[in-house]
């Protein structure tokens, strides 16, 4: 990507440092699917005691991380409760029925988040014709709501539900540590509420590949073995797994940098009377711009930015999203909100 352009599609673009590299590099190396690579190992005994559970596992992405939790939690037929707007029921190509012979539930939210009420309302009565409610899913940070952040008293409410129905309660935490910097809540007060957690490194934290696991051991060998079916079992896994441990040891801080950088795009567009802000879900490192009053279609926003060097992606309907991360600067987002104001005051 050319020095001038400033690429805000997402926080998935960025690229490891000069550090990062040195670590993979330096890395040693085994086995991961005889479980001997000492870097993989060392990698899921961090993030196990970064969110406080027994175990945990490293796999290629966020979306097998997902797919492999439900895949544990549920039996072809089943039903999992997740939000509407959810990554697993929108950007994981319909996997839960492809891969698990499961489908879901969606239930609508308020940026996000589903309430209580909701939830037991979307709960199938135990009658032999209808499909088991196996689980509920949530989403923390929530992508497709603008990286808003689940509030700790509903995740303990459904929790405490999904324990007295007998139900699994999944946390997809590909932005989690956006959540925790941004509260102050440990990732391990999060991760104890639910029975599988997932976590990305690739995203805010700039690692190049990966996701892990967390849960019970049990539930981490059974998800080694569906790692394994998914086609996720890695060899010499340690360069990259190395990646996730340099990326967690001086990256999670700094998230803060990507959130202030965001609140300054927010605020600066709500200036501009063509654009539509919602200030409520401007939270973490995710802005969605709403572009309806401009009369333009989101594909001619997203050229005319690109025309001027400014790269985002599409949101929701009639509007287009623009995501924070460490390989663009302060300097970059000023720039960003410059080229708004000149196309679109």
Known sequence: MSASIIDL????????????????????????????DPTVNLLQQK??????????????????????CLKVHTQPGDEVIMEKGCHLFNYETGALALLSSIQPHVVEGVLGVMNLSDIKKAVRPKLYYMPRSAA?????????????????ETIREIHDFTRAEKMGFHLDGARLWNACVETGIAPKEYASYFDSVSVC???????????????????IERARKFRKIFGGGMRQAG?????????????RERLKEDHAKLRYLADELTRISSLSI???????????????????????????LKSK??????GNWMSVRAVTHLDVSMEQVKQAAGIFHELFD
């Open 278 to 304: 919602d200030r409520e879900a401007v939270q973490t490192n995710i802005l969605l711009i709403g572009i309806e009053k401009t009369g333009k279609t989101q594909e001619e926003v997203l050229a005319l």
């Open 9 to 36: 599609r997402s926080d998935t673009v960025t690229k490891p440092s000069a550090a990062m590299r040195e670590a993979m590099m330096k890395a040693e190396v085994g086995d991961d699917v005889f479980g001997e």
């Open 47 to 68: 993030v196990a005691d970064l969110l406080g559970k027994e175990a945990a596992l490293y796999v290629p992405s966020g979306t097998q991380a997902n797919q492999i």
């Open 309 to 314: 060097g400014v790269l985002l992606t599409l």
């Open 201 to 219: 490194l690739s995203k805010g934290l700039g690692a190049p590949v990966g996701s892990v696991i967390a849960g019970s051991k049990d539930f």
């Open 239 to 251: 360069i990259l797994a190395a990646a996730g441990i340099y990326a967690l040891d001086h990256n």
């Open 136 to 152: 509920v899913a949530i989403e923390n940070t929530h992508n497709r709501a603008g990286g808003t952040i689940y509030p700790i």
